[in-house]
């Protein structure tokens, strides 16, 4: 039986937050899940460190699908992104402090780049394993954005068969204690999402 190797990352806390609901689910992941191989990868919120770290591991572990993992606070529910755009633009700090503003991520690259990951398939096992879902449009043009699309671009470029994408996920309950009717979800339940799209993403 062939094994698959997965490579999911999440970002450390940002904005203020003392932890990321992201990193909290993803480091939670085994590190074999059926036939699948987990890689679990840390990434800085920081435009273009975060950028360097990832291809350095897709260089190095020549995953078959990457799945990248970010905090979406406020939603209440699992969101999986459809488009990357090729921009950064928000008036919000990386975690180096760095703004960016109507910066391409790849100059003279492609305007965007659909997931590469079944996502309404995703979207089906979630709804039916009773998970709040949604397809989104829009991974926005911060770091999330910047990581799927510098993921696709290498993927487009490099190594056609390498599938990525994005999901987005809502604060943990501890993280909206004391905020009136702000959404959320267990850690539990995050990480039953991310097992049933590791799981639904091998085609």
Known sequence: MKTHKVLITAFDPFGGESINPALEAVMQLPDMLEDIQIIKLELPTVYVKSADILLKAIE???????????????????????????IDDAHAADNEGVVHEDVPIAPGGPAAYFSTLPIKAIVAALREAGIPVAVSGSAGTFVCNHIMYTALHYAACRQPALRAG????????????????????????????LKIIVCRSIL
């Open 60 to 86: 190095a572990e020549q995953p078959d699908i990457v799945i990248s993992v970010g905090q979406a606070g406020g939603s209440a529910n699992i969101s999986v992104e459809r488009v990357a755009i090729n």
């Open 166 to 193: 994005f999901v987005h996920i809502p604060y943990l309950p501890r993280q909206v204690a004391g905020k009136v009717g702000v959404a959320s979800m267990s850690v539990g339940t995050v990480l039953e999402a």
